[in-house]
């Protein structure tokens, strides 16, 4: 038994972390890191950024918990504010990127329960991750993260991402389907980046069968891909959007939201959460979303992305051990053509924190704040590292 007084859930390395500022942390022997994956794609705006410490100093010493039994007014500042950039109607929060699908699966279930469907199916994609919850990791693609928690929750049918035919297929043969959950980029798949016509053919199919079409933005929103969510940059909207991470740049917080026949589905007694939404939570949100939106985050991080998949190609040209680079704003993947999870433990000890995510893809999520000299350093980092580890 571990003397950490934690079930062994994680590996963690052996370093801690005391404090942070921007792109860099420093650990407890006061080394610098320059943070490449800011949290998972959730520290958006760094770390300790001094409007999100203002916000979190100013409401936890005014009120930080009531409970959903009240009205709360930055909760609703927080659901009108998202609304008004994304398109959307309503919103349900709760604490995490888990519970925002979780709400997203009983909107579709209830949705189809309405229609007279009394086994709503659920598609998904092979490769997809959306969370670790029961009926969340039954819905992930991803067969590692389901064994040993079997019998999983039913009611999903499986399908190859970025294929329309195989939609089509399900949609010629299956009744009971009533909705489509699906990542525009699969971030733990890899960055799997779909073909630019697969989302909005997946709209299409969803509006001729009666579907809701319910897009996961855990990680591929909150400015990161380039708008604020990137199902912005491609003309439609979706029935369902979730999204948490980048949202409360470290404070747990998670976001359903929904439009139309979708936003009017669940009903008082259909769905709860004790802290969902809470003054402390939603007040911090509020003050991460404005800067992003006020600094134009999405638009930086779409150009920088650019420059650092660029710089990436020039430096690892020519490199056979690089299968292939891969962005989407400041979701970035280098697929190598072997295993290279041993790259992790190299890069920290340079001062790079990396993440390789599906065996063989280095991820980079960097913060939205990162300047262009320390997106320089960070590409001429990696490459060297790699090319060092090819080499050996």
């Known amino acids: 038994m571990s003397g950490s007084g934690l079930m062994a859930t994680y590996r963690p390395m052996s370093i801690t972390f005391e404090r942070g500022d921007g792109v860099w942390l420093y650990d407890n022997e006061g080394n610098q890191y320059l943070d490449c994956i800011s949290g998972i794609a959730v520290c958006g705006l760094g770390h300790c950024h001094p409007k999100v ?100 929750v039913q009611g999903f049918i499986r399908a190859p991402y970025n294929d329309l035919e195989a939609i089509r297929k399900i949609a010629e043969n299956n009744p009971h389907v009533v909705a489509m959950l699906v990542e525009p980029v699969q971030g733990e798949g890899g960055i799997q980046i779909p073909d630019d016509q697969y989302l909005s053919g997946l ?13 996961d933005e855990i990680q591929t929103g909150n400015g990161r891909t380039g708008s604020y969510f990137a199902y912005q940059q491609m003309g439609f909207i979706p029935d369902v959007v979730t999204t948490a991470k980048g949202l409360g740049n470290g404070l747990p917080i998670g976001a359903c939201l929904a439009t139309g026949e979708a936003a009017l589905t669940l009903q008082p007694g259909n769905h709860g959460s004790t802290y ?49 680079i891969r962005g989407k704003g400041l979701l970035i993947g280098i697929e190598l053509t072997k295993p290279c999870a041993d790259l992790v433990g190299l890069a920290r000890e340079q001062g790079l924190l990396i993440n390789v995510t599906a ?20 590409v001429a980092s990696v490459s060297q590292l790699i090319k060092s580890w090819a080499a050996n």
């Not at 609703?76 to 919103?91: K, N």
């Not at 092979?126 to 067969?143: C, I, K, P, Q, V």
């Not at 402390?280 to 779409?302: F, H, N, R, Y």
């Not at 065996?359 to 960070?378: G, H």
């Open 53 to 152: 410490t203002q916000t979190l100093q100013e409401q936890a010493a005014r009120l930080v918990h009531t409970s959903n039994l009240y009205r709360i007014s930055h909760q609703e500042e927080l659901g009108r504010r998202l609304a008004e950039i994304t398109g959307m109607d309503a919103c349900f929060f709760g604490n995490s990127g888990a519970e925002a699908n979780e709400c997203a699966i009983k909107i579709a279930r209830l949705y189809g329960h309405n229609k007279g469907i009394e086994k709503p199916n659920i598609v998904v994609t092979d490769g997809s991750f959306h969370g670790r919850t029961l009926a969340t990791l039954s819905a992930t693609g991803n067969r590692k993260v389901q064994a040993g928690f079997e019998p999983l």
């Open 203 to 215: 709209r299409k199919i969803c509006d001729e069968n009666g579907w809701l079409l319910m897009l």
């Open 276 to 324: 969902g939404g809470n003054p402390l939570c939603c007040a911090t949100a509020l003050t991460v979303v404005d800067t992003i939106m006020s600094e134009q985050l999405p638009a930086k991080a779409l150009a920088l992305g650019q420059r650092i998949v660029d710089g990436f190609k020039d430096q690892l040209s020519g490199q056979s051990i690089v299968r292939e």
């Open 359 to 378: 065996d063989k893809v280095v991820r980079l999520l960097p913060a939205l704040v990162m300047s262009e000299d320390q997106a320089d350093k960070m």
